[in-house]
């Protein structure tokens, strides 16, 4: 083990003062063209190659004292978390019987031999602190899925997850066979932190020079092809060595995504090394990377809102009665598969809905003058008379403006940080009884392009209404906060409450975060 020296001290508490989990510099990735696979690969390499070297093992600052600050534990600051059991060991300083260092791509596959000129050996985006027993059980195994008939490697329950065993997968590692012809599949909650740590050594490492130190580097290559990979495993260092499988670790990137842990291992080796892992800052650099689905140039957002919609809904009661109850309620039964609205009222013809098209201009991009489409494919209600109904059945509003597709046309268009604000107007009237208890609006987008890539939000709730200005009482639905949207999440239903109208009032809805449902 080590000597505690002061230096590792004052090392560990200056980078947690200075090093909390953070963003990358401004303008890091404008370099990045992501116009096809070709393109973003050449760009990423060149803006993460050429990192600062650390040490293996060394008196000074090494690769112990960094690792033990990147996977320091969330629930012992003492301590540190280990890759695939998850275990909490007392940081040890240096080397021990507990844990060791993990490369995840094993480094007898094209960069056994440690020297001072050996960049991927100590590349500690893709070394993690395992279980001694852990490490020599995966051993050079390809990572993949594995099924039931193979060995189970439970996990501890820590830092708020693991430790299920049980039926397969459970919160296990599974393995089978050994060296290229076995499988290893990393337990749920870590299989997204290899992914991109291995996404990450095939970028970083494209062969030819430290272009600082002059050093050469390997060309470092995912595939699914097993015989590739077995070929680099010769003993001494390589000009090109394979892992995979490819196609497993982009599934397990896309299950299991960027999590606080993975951010603390990122930003204490970022600020160590001087280069990012860009699969988590921009996880969607995978798609065109790897799968060459490129449509999409996202830049750094300027704001942290977006007004995307506004909807005017119409409902024009026909008849003497003024007072007319109305009431929108949803037809699922479309041919085409979306939802159209039709509306019913007493004795009394409705003139129809509209909802209207909107197009404005998206804030907190690159590009002012981006301009947002919204389609709703003409969708308006035919007149219809219902007799017989009364108000205590006919109490409330319920609609579905449903936007069919919408559209956002910009050079880079902000997706992170996103908020949708939908502002509707209700005209028309309806039975007012101080009781909301059954009201309910429901509004979707069923799909978003951006640039002509389709990208699904999620789900979107509603604030508290006001009528004639005043803030509803008695009302159990109502909510309040401020809603974000993620790029990943898909966009299914947005919910809120609705008021019984006076004649002629006007009521605002904005569309933000469901906050409760009492």
């Known amino acids: 083990m080590k000597p505690i020296t002061l230096g590792a001290l004052l090392l560990t508490a200056v980078f947690w003062s200075n090093h909390a989990i953070a963003e990358p510099d401004p303008g890091y990735y404008d370099s990045v063209d992501t116009s096809s696979a070709q393109a973003a690969r050449k760009t990423l390499h060149e803006i993460i190659d050429d990192h600062v070297r650390i040490p293996y093992t060394d008196n000074l600052t090494d690769t112990w004292d960094v690792l033990e600050m990147a996977d320091q534990s969330q629930d012992d600051p003492n301590g540190i978390i280990t890759i695939y059991r998850n275990a909490i060991y007392i940081k040890q300083h240096g080397g021990n019987d507990f844990y060791n260092r993990e490369h995840t791509w094993p480094r007898s596959y094209g960069f056994p031999d440690d020297h001072p000129g050996n960049y991927p050996f100590t590349d500690m985006h893709h070394l993690f602190l395992a279980d001694a027993d852990y490490n020599f059980s995966r051993s050079n195994i390809p990572y993949a899925n594995c099924d039931a008939s193979c060995i189970e490697l439970v996990t501890d329950n820590n830092d708020g997850r693991g430790g299920a065993s049980g039926p397969f997968p459970g919160d296990s590692n599974w393995m089978d066979g050994e060296f290229t012809d076995g ?132 409902v024009t009661p026909t008849g003497d009665d003024d007072t007319a109850n109305i009431q929108c309620a949803l037809n699922t039964a479309a041919d085409d598969g979306y939802p159209t609205v039709k509306m019913t009222a007493d004795t009394y013809y409705i003139g129809g809905i509209i909802v209207e098209n909107f197009t404005g201009t998206l804030e907190g991009t690159k590009k002012t003058s981006t301009i947002i489409s919204v389609l709703d494919n003409s969708i308006n209600c035919t007149a219809m008379q219902s007799a017989g109904q009364t108000s205590a059945v006919i109490k409330f509003i319920r609609g579905e403006p449903r936007i069919r597709f919408m559209t956002i046309s910009a050079s880079q268009p902000c997706l992170s940080n996103l908020r949708i604000q939908n502002l509707l107007h209700f005209t028309g009237t309806s039975a007012n009884d101080n009781s909301c208890s059954n009201d309910v609006i429901f509004g979707a987008v069923d799909r978003m392009s951006i640039d002509g890539m389709d990208v699904n939000f999620g789900p979107l709730q509603a604030i508290s209404v006001m009528a004639e200005g005043n803030a509803l009482g008695g009302c159990k639905d109502t909510l309040l906060g401020t809603f974000k949207l993620n790029r990943s999440e898909i966009f299914n239903t947005l919910t809120g409450i609705a008021t019984s109208l006076k004649a002629g009032a006007q009521v605002d809805i904005n569309f933000n975060q469901f906050q409760g449902n009492a």
Not at 221 to 234: A, F, M, V, Y
Not at 291 to 311: A, P
Request: net charge negative; with cysteine.
């Open 183 to 314: 499988r290893w599949q990393v337990w749920r909650e870590r299989r997204g932190d290899i992914a991109r740590a291995m996404l990450y050594m095939d970028i970083r490492y494209a062969g030819g020079t430290h272009s600082v130190t002059g050093d050469a580097e390997p060309d470092l290559i995912l595939t699914n092809d097993r015989s590739l990979i077995d070929q680099g495993n010769t003993g001494n260092n390589t000009s090109v060595a394979y892992m995979g499988l490819l196609s497993v670790l982009l599934q397990w990137h896309k299950d299991d995504p960027v999590d606080a842990i993975e951010r603390q291992h990122h930003e204490a080796v970022s600020a160590f090394q001087e280069n990012r892992n860009p699969f988590i800052d921009h996880p969607e650099y995978a798609d065109c990377v790897f799968g060459d689905i490129c449509k999409t140039v996202v830049g750094e957002c300027d704001s942290n809102f977006v007004n995307l919609v506004e909807q005017t809904i119409i």
